[in-house]
């Protein structure tokens, strides 16, 4: 059984830094695409950052230079390091495992950024 399960979310005052943690297991980690995708409600999910089985990274234009994604594939954990939150950060970020025939999700985490 598939299982993403993220951790780290809260609430941060504008300026702050969170640092997610998504631990899979019942996959060959390695071997997956690792994403942070994020819902902000009455919007579509969006993708934040990516990392590829091969370590190379995406990041959506609006957190470039402010987050981090790494991977540790002895751990199977991704990490999305956050700083300089700002309240449009505010959304459930979800964590995602692509094959590249296959996706999984985790059942997000809330970051909720106060002004």
């Known amino acids: 059984q598939v299982q993403l399960v993220e951790s780290g979310g809260g609430l941060v005052q504008a300026g702050g830094s969170l640092r997610l943690s998504c631990a899979a297991s019942?996959?060959?980690?390695?071997?997956?695409?690792m994403g942070w995708y994020r819902q902000a409600p009455g919007e579509q999910r969006e993708l934040v950052a990516l990392?590829?089985?091969?370590?190379?990274?995406t990041y959506a234009d609006s957190v470039k230079g402010r987050f981090s994604i790494s991977r540790d594939n002895a751990r199977q954990t991704v990490y999305l390091q956050m700083n300089g939150l700002k309240p449009e950060d505010t959304a459930v970020y979800y964590c995602?495992?692509?094959?590249?025939?296959?996706?999984?999700w985790g059942q997000g985490t809330q970051v909720t950024v106060s002004s």
């Open positions: 995602n495992a692509n094959s590249g025939y296959r996706d999984f």
């Open positions: 019942g996959i060959t980690f390695r071997t997956h695409h």
């Open positions: 990392i590829t089985r091969y370590g190379a990274t």
